[in-house]
């Protein structure tokens, strides 16, 4: 398992520099003057040649991607001070340093992301499970039909609608908003429950679907019957064979789908209007912001590989056969 973990995280390390090289010369190649983009409408000629040799734009390419790659390691000098590492670079629009201002933004997104995981992992592969084992009654029709519903559902029609309902016409909650937990851990999680509940009302139904077609499908497995032949419980062989087996392509979705969310998740950020890496995205790319756009996408790069990663740990640990891949 050690060198499978090694050798996973070593691809990672490869595939996110190819990423920065990618990224970096993406943007160089894109026919647009940086330093008149930082510079604003009103510049003159001596302001944008201060800007651009501020900005690095003078030198030769190569040595621009040297200072970009090796400022994400060990940080950058610009005029404005110092940027410690890991340095994405400085704002055009705001000034700011990139890596502080994804920072700042990373923990409404990282709740979101994880209020929401446990949700439909705990709801929705729970009530898959359930449906799966009381197959053909009538719990198994009601969660399929419920499912079924609220998959049709899309986050930017069910947001607005729970908005309209618990917040504008009752009064029953606040607008949703991030506050840190350190402050006040009661408004941290009722600030955001209505996003994670919307979020994950989604992802539940899907993962409801998804857990009970494979666990139908695990228990029709040659060893789950050999294991029934035997005169094992059916409740025995639901647990300690099925459900293990059953979980290998939740796992693979699972992975998918978090680490999308931890790189921004757009929709429902701009749905209530929350400040986090999915509206930052969105304002770099409004803003023509080239170097909050490219932080941006390095750090959705890297936690999408680091989920990636911890997907391929657990896929390993359920199906020992992949460890020998």
Not at 88 to 115: E, H, K
Not at 186 to 202: A, D, N, Q, R, Y
Not at 207 to 229: D, F, G, K, P
Request: proline share 4%.
């Amino acid at each position: 398992m050690f060198q499978f973990i090694i050798r996973r995280t070593v691809g990672a390390l490869v595939t996110l520099i190819l990423i920065g090289a990618a990224t970096f010369f993406l943007f160089v190649a894109a026919p647009s003057d940086y330093a008149s983009l930082a510079c604003g409408k009103d510049c003159s000629p001596a302001r944008l040649e201060d800007i651009r040799q501020a900005l690095g734009l003078n030198l030769p390419i190569h040595q621009q991607f040297w200072d970009f790659m090796s400022g994400i390691v060990m940080g950058r000098d610009f005029p404005t001070g110092h940027c410690s590492a890991p340095c994405l670079g400085q704002s055009f629009y705001s000034g700011d340093m990139v890596w502080s201002t994804i920072m700042d933004r990373f923990p409404t997104t990282l709740t979101l992301t994880v209020g929401g995981a446990v949700v439909f992992v705990i709801v929705g592969i729970g009530a898959g499970m359930i449906a799966a084992y009381r197959r053909g009654t009538m719990v198994d029709k009601v969660a399929t039909s419920v499912s079924m519903v609220l998959s049709s559902f899309q986050i930017y029609v069910l947001g607005p609608l729970v908005l309209l309902i618990f917040v504008y016409s009752t009064g029953w909650m606040d607008n949703p908003a991030y506050h840190p937990i350190t402050d006040d851990p009661w408004k941290w999680f009722t600030g955001l429950l209505l996003p994670v509940l919307v979020m994950s009302t989604i992802f539940t139904a899907q993962y409801t679907r998804m857990a009970r077609s494979s666990m139908i499908e695990q228990l029709a497995e040659e060893h789950v019957r050999t294991a029934r032949a035997k005169g094992m419980s059916n409740r025995y062989v639901f647990f300690r064979y099925a459900w293990r087996g059953s979980m290998i392509p939740i796992v693979t979705v699972l992975g998918i789908d978090i680490s999308s969310m931890l790189g921004g998740a757009v929709v429902t950020e701009l749905t209530f209007s929350l400040q986090g890496i999915g509206r930052l995205a969105v304002d770099g790319a409004v803003h023509k912001d080239l170097p909050l756009t490219m932080g941006v996408m390095l750090f959705g790069a890297f936690f999408i590989l680091i989920v990636n990663i911890l997907t391929d740990i657990a896929y390993a640990y359920i199906d020992p056969r992949v460890r020998l891949s």
